[in-house]
């Protein structure tokens, strides 16, 4: 058995985003993602073969989605499912508290 707290060892500024995977099996991967004002490099866009589920639970950032108008700007509590080979971007995160994000990873019909 595992057990841990969410915002344990988001303190503290952070040159590098932090990941860090909190549970596996099955298929699906659950990770802790902590931002700390980081933003995907210039040009940089994620296509990944999974399914991703994003809840925000602290500070704030703004995602940029392929082929859509603006950035979708997510608070606490909201949540988005980003599906594979969406290619999409962290436009920015909140420069004055960190980002927390939790992330589920999966193939669809497994969850």
């Given at each position: ?58 500070g704030s950032a703004g995602l940029g989605i392929e082929g859509s108008e603006g ?11 980003i599906p594979a080979h969406v290619r999409h971007r962290v436009a920015w995160t ?18």
């Amino acid at each position: 058995m595992k057990r841990g707290n969410i915002y344990n060892g988001a303190a503290g500024r952070t040159p590098e985003e932090q990941f860090e995977e909190l549970a596996a099996g099955n298929g699906v991967r659950i990770e802790r993602i902590v931002s700390d004002g980081h933003a995907s490099s210039e040009g940089f866009w994620y296509d990944q073969d999974r399914n991703e589920w994003v809840l925000l639970l602290q500070g704030s950032a703004g995602l940029g989605i392929e082929g859509s108008e603006g950035e979708i700007v997510l608070w606490p509590g909201d949540w988005i499912d980003i599906p594979a080979h969406v290619r999409h971007r962290v436009a920015w995160t909140d420069k004055k508290q960190k980002t927390v994000w939790l992330a589920v990873f999966y193939q669809a019909g497994e969850l």
